[in-house]
């Protein structure tokens, strides 16, 4: 039975097909345009640069410039490259620019689609980002496509790891910068660390096109960016709150194994409050007040070290430190450590030295960063499968563009295998059939670990030649990515790795070009050698078409569809031939979680015999609608850490647009008085409740305020003593005399000095308390889930509590800024004084939600030390660098020899691409 929808879409096309013809007529317009580009001299055709930014400013929109500017670039690219932009490339720049995500197939030339969109909208002058997933793809995209905007007299620059303030607020400067999203979050974070206004770098958030947007939008934003520095020594704190553990009973607490979670009974609960009352930490009567989050979440840290953790077992102590095993491996993990105070717990119960904690300095989720932009866009192979996702979080539509060329690739129904060593045994006979009859293979593991099982199992087998590439070093990884398409190749990648990189039957050519003719200066030599390549392959590309074109044979279905359709999709650019297939076994971990069992069962009744393998299209729906739930489950959990960020986020606006108002005033007098009268006034109603007699007047309390936040010593008992004296009365002689003590001390320093000195105090003073409150809400976070089991919503209470802590934040401010303000005094600086000392280094950290590893941290048993940076931006001593292995030489100087042995520079040898 054929439903009405069925019949809707046959007459008149699904919903994307009819948005995709509502293009058709300014892409028919933009043709009618192109006779008229070609008749342009160079010059002519940058001219028009000036000549649209002069209509924007005439009142003309960027909607209405859309056709005459895309056939303007569409002319420059032809010029500038050598391409010209197909009609469906006109479509995805449309979307683009219409604040959607444009889902091209790989080798549908996205890099390119963006000079569009991003052309037009830099023409108002605010700045374009082109956001990327690494610092290779930045740099490649921005030399290459920087050659269509510098010919359209635009600017280009790109933003790296490794840069000072200077070179970033230039390349924010400029009118299109490419970067990664970790480094515009960590800018973005750092600049409202900034005491002035002319040390930030960005310059605002006004149009950003996110490419693979899938990865970062919805894989890299699962966990926060984070700067963090270290912490005061809060040594003795960590080794008080663990003596109370061992005086504990069973009954005072409950363990759960299996959910690694420890937490106090009601009768632990007191006796901890009755130990902590005496030992002076406990503030208020109940330990959940939340005055007293921090201490929970140290008891809990202790509780969890000495009942959850196991010497010898999850961790060994050596050389008066605490190694982590990793639970997987049974290695240790020397420089990792927990994070949240957990590792300081452990050093604490094995009584060696304890750490000083990193505190995180400013955060932010990548949802929350993006969101930022007046103007968001992304393009991907892959985005319909998270198209609610994206809807929901950013308010994107996802829209799908055709293909220039029909697919040809055939997408075969998995085979399933019984056990993981059939399936293995079947890859390898796959992948040695498909190499004997020159078709280039291109073979997908889940994991780094599992693609050097299978690298490994290939070489017991007697396959040579193989390439085994993961995204840990993406210049390589280009050039494997890029050679990959030539006749017999075979290809081992992880699912990340050579993202950006297309995949062309026969081998890339221009990247041949620059590698193998980097040092050729005599010209006819170079054009004689390149025609050579050129030639050479096409025959491969022939023979690599005979062969049935790239075979992408997956080892495992990822947990995420749209990962498994990335990979497929690495096969059939551009309308070529190609096969995929996926092989699985009854123990991959996708199959084991969604009940294998009962398949293993119903496999052995129908008599599956070893090494035979079930291929079936119900197979491939089931596995589907198993991903589906994950990603389901995926998508609640990065709702719901959205919904707790948003909390902070709030925040987090409020103090970051405080900072910059109070940067951008030339005085902030008034708002230091409102602070001080504010402070009076909460002293005055603390101390005289309202409608109280005199007697119940806490005249004590009061005098001590005023000499703790006022720095003045006014006769308040003697006020108080008089005959029908109000609260008011006492409040205006306060405020009179702290004014008046304020206005001498303006005078003694002088207009400027004091706005200086106000500024720098009330700017350090609120970095200082914000940074102690995200502590506070990190913490409170850790623990608010046990709300829940008193039927209490933990979202609720985390916005009640954040709240009250934010009230708290912007009380201790008024008083602490009020305090410094009436006391601080001019001291001049002898001569030969010593300088001031640096602030204290900063670290970034991103932590890669599926492996947990932190992506700026790298493992000391690598580097020999804690390492801050990844190998690739630190120098190695020369000694120190295997001329085989890439991943130990660091970073090296472009004019640098390299380091392989070659005899040439580094930027005509492996650097050629850097």
């Not at 023409?123 to 490649?140: C, E, I, P, S």
């Not at 996802?398 to 060593?421: C, F, G, K, S, W």
Request: hydrophobic letters at 35%; aromatic letters at 6%.
């Amino acid at each position: 039975m054929v439903s009405f929808g069925g019949i809707a879409r046959k007459l008149f096309g699904s919903s994307n097909e009819r948005l995709i013809r509502s293009y058709k007529p300014r892409v028919d317009a933009i043709n009618a345009l192109e006779s008229d580009m070609q008749a342009l001299s160079d010059e002519e055709l940058a001219a028009r640069t000036d000549q649209f930014r002069k209509e924007l400013a005439d009142g003309k929109s960027l909607d209405d410039l859309l056709v005459p500017a895309f056939a303007t670039v569409r002319e420059a690219a032809k010029r500038a490259l050598g391409l010209r932009p197909f009609d469906v490339q006109l479509i995805g720049g449309m979307i683009l620019h219409e604040n959607s995500i444009a889902e091209m197939k790989t080798g549908e030339g996205k890099t390119l689609v963006a000079t569009l969109p991003v052309y037009l909208n830099a023409l108002q002058g605010k700045g374009v980002h082109v956001v990327t997933v690494n610092d290779y793809l930045a740099t490649r995209d921005a030399e290459w496509m920087g050659q269509v905007y510098s010919f359209l007299g635009m600017t280009t620059a790109t933003i790296v790891h490794g840069m000072d303030d200077d070179e970033r607020r230039a390349a924010y400067g400029c009118d299109i910068t490419y970067a990664t999203n970790n480094e515009l979050g960590f800018d973005y974070l750092r600049d409202n660390m900034k005491y002035e206004r002319n040390q930030m770098v960005q310059r605002g958030h006004n149009y950003a096109i996110v490419d693979e947007v899938d990865s970062i939008l919805i894989d890299e934003a699962r966990t926060p960016l984070i700067i963090s520095g270290p912490l005061d020594d809060r040594s003795e704190l960590y080794n008080t709150v663990d003596a109370f553990i061992p005086l504990l009973e069973d009954r005072d607490y409950e363990i759960d194994e299996k959910q690694r979670s420890a937490t106090f009974s009601e009768e632990g609960t007191e006796k901890l409050e009755g130990m902590l009352t005496e030992a002076g930490l406990l503030k208020g009567e109940s330990l959940y007040d939340v005055e007293n989050v921090a201490i929970v979440h140290h008891i809990n840290n202790a509780l969890k070290a000495h009942k959850l953790f196991a010497r010898d077992k999850d961790y060994i102590v050596r050389n008066n430190e605490i190694v982590i095993i990793d639970e997987f491996t049974g290695r240790m993990m020397p420089g990792r450590r927990y994070s949240e105070g957990q590792h300081q717990a452990l050093e604490a119960k094995e009584k060696v030295t304890i750490q000083p904690e990193n505190q995180t300095l400013a955060s932010i989720t990548f949802q929350n960063y993006f969101r930022m932009y007046s103007k968001l866009a992304g393009m991907t192979g892959t985005a319909s499968t998270e198209a609610e996702e994206f809807g929901n979080i950013y308010g994107l539509n996802v829209v799908e563009v055709p293909t220039n060329l029909p697919i040809q690739r055939a997408d075969e129904d998995d085979e399933v295998y019984r056990t993981a060593d059939e399936k293995y045994k079947a890859i390898v006979e796959e992948i040695r059939q498909a190499s004997e009859r020159g078709q280039p293979v291109l073979v997908g593991t889940t994991s780094i670990e599992k693609s050097e099982f299978l690298a490994d199992r290939l070489g017991k087998e007697g396959l040579k030649g193989f390439q085994v590439l993961n995204a840990r070093y993406h210049e390589q990884e280009a050039m494997i990515v890029a050679q990959a398409g030539v006749p017999g190749a075979v290809t081992i990648a992880t699912n990340m790795a050579g993202r950006g990189t297309d995949i062309q039957l026969g081998g890339n050519v221009d990247m041949r070009i620059a590698n193998e003719l980097a040092d050729v200066e005599d010209e006819a030599q170079r054009k004689s050698k390149e025609e050579q390549i050129r030639a050479e392959v096409q025959t491969l590309k022939k023979k690599a078409l005979e062969a049935g074109g790239l075979y992408v044979l997956a080892t495992e279905r990822h947990e995420s569809r749209r990962i498994d359709n990335q990979l497929r999709g690495r096969s059939g650019r551009q309308g070529d031939p190609g096969r995929s297939k996926f092989f699985l076994s009854l123990q991959d971990d996708l199959m084991r979680i969604f009940g294998s069992d009962r398949m293993d069962g119903m496999l052995k009744k129908l008599g599956l015999k070893e090494d035979e393998a079930i291929v079936h299209p119900w197979i491939n729906k089931a596995l589907e609608r198993a991903q589906k739930k994950v990603e389901a489950r995926n998508f609640d959990i990065r709702k719901n850490l959205l919904k707790f960020d948003d909390v902070m986020n709030d925040q987090r606006k409020v103090i970051f647009e405080q900072r910059l108002e109070l940067m951008d005033a030339e005085d902030i007098s008034e708002t230091t008085a409102d602070m001080r009268q504010d402070v009076i006034d909460d002293l005055v109603s603390s101390h005289i409740p309202e409608r109280a007699y005199a007697e119940q007047w806490d005249i004590e309390g009061l005098k001590e305020g005023t000499e703790k936040f006022l720095n003045l010593e006014v006769p308040v008992s003697e006020w108080a003593a008089e005959e029908g004296i109000a609260e008011d009365d006492i409040r205006e002689r306060l405020t009179e005399a702290t004014e008046k003590a304020a206005s001498e001390r303006a005078e003694r320093f002088g207009p400027e000095v004091m706005t200086y000195v106000e500024k720098s105090i009330v700017l350090q003073t609120l970095d200082h308390l914000w940074r102690e409150h995200l502590v506070n809400l990190d913490h409170l976070r850790s623990v608010i889930g046990f709300r829940g089991l008193a039927q209490r919503d933990p979202l609720q209470e985390y916005k009640a509590e954040a709240f009250e802590l934010f009230q708290s934040l912007l009380g201790n401010l008024r008083e602490t800024v009020t305090a410094q303000l009436m006391r601080v005094e001019l001291v001049r600086q002898a001569a030969d004084s010593p300088e001031p000392t640096p602030p204290e280094e900063m670290e970034g950290h991103h932590v890669d939600a599926s492996t947990g590893q932190d992506e700026f941290m790298e493992p000391a048993g690598e580097a020999g030390g804690l390492a801050l940076a990844p190998a690739q931006h630190r120098t190695v001593p020369a000694e120190e660098r295997d001329p085989n292995n890439p991943a130990t030489w660091g970073k090296v100087g472009r004019n640098e020899a390299c380091p392989c042995g070659s005899g040439k520079k580094y930027k005509h040898c492996h650097g050629s691409f850097g």
